[in-house]
């Protein structure tokens, strides 16, 4: 006859801990980080880098810029996976700056955004989704995310503006100069050099090759702004001791 084993509630509570550590685990490993940064009225409200997956987006009422009849429901829809929308959404959870956050849920090809942060779409002004510096044609809840992505949401009226972005150095020396470069990058994510764009702390304005130079005597965020282009990335430079 088989010997019987007898009962051990510690083991029993030491699989069970096991078992929820590998669901943790792998829920965690379902997220991915991406950088994200929004755009309105030429200013940066939020730049952040953040974890994402799986998200439950409230859509509102409030969510009419779209017209008549296009408000969303009120209801919260689950997102699957990392995307756009749920980085955005995420982020306004716990970022002040980027409320009120409405959402629509009154189309077919997906959630729309009506307002992030206060400020709302309206017949001439829409928000713009780009993901590594290229225009998308889906919603934000089905542009689907890759560790290391840079998202972009930028208020904006169409044709798009395209969009800066500026390079130079992590570190530098308090007094002495240094060189910065910026860059445009259109719809379909082509990039180039850009002449005359007004950076900060700069000695003038952008060359032909879109590089000045740049003093500091602080830490700053450095962007830069030309025209009616989407503003740059903060590039931020330490002065002094770095670590």
């Known amino acids: 006859m088989?010997?019987?084993?007898?009962f051990r509630p510690a083991a029993v509570c030491a699989l069970a801990l096991l078992?929820?550590?590998?669901?943790?685990?792998?829920?965690?490993?379902k997220k991915v980080s991406a950088d994200l940064r929004v755009v309105a009225g030429g200013k940066t409200l939020a730049e952040k880098s953040l974890a994402t997956g799986t998200t439950k987006i409230p859509t509102s009422h409030k969510a009419k810029c779209f017209g008549a009849g296009s408000q969303g429901s009120g209801k919260a829809k689950t997102v699957k996976g990392a995307t756009a929308l749920g980085l955005l959404a995420q982020a306004a959870s716990t970022d002040s700056a980027l409320r009120p956050f409405y959402v629509t849920d009154a189309f077919s090809f997906g959630l729309g955004v009506c307002t992030v942060g206060g400020k709302s779409g309206t017949s001439k002004l829409s928000?713009?989704?780009?993901?590594?510096?290229?225009?998308?044609?889906?919603?934000?809840?089905?542009a689907k995310l890759k560790a290391g992505d840079e998202v972009l949401w930028a208020l904006a009226s169409y044709p798009y503006p395209n969009e800066l972005f500026i390079t130079g150095p992590e570190t530098a020396t308090a007094g002495l100069p240094f060189k910065v470069r910026v860059f445009s990058f259109d719809e379909k994510g082509k990039r180039r050099p850009v002449k005359g764009a007004v950076v900060t702390g700069a000695d003038g304005p952008t060359g032909a090759d879109g590089t000045t130079t740049v003093t500091l005597t602080q830490e700053e965020e450095i962007r830069a702004t030309h025209g009616k282009e989407i503003p740059s990335n903060a590039l931020a430079v330490c002065v002094g001791i770095c670590g």
């Open 2 to 6: 088989p010997r019987l084993i007898p």
């Open 19 to 29: 078992l929820i550590f590998a669901t943790a685990a792998t829920a965690s490993a």
């Open 127 to 142: 928000w713009y989704l780009k993901v590594d510096h290229k225009g998308l044609s889906v919603s934000g809840d089905h």
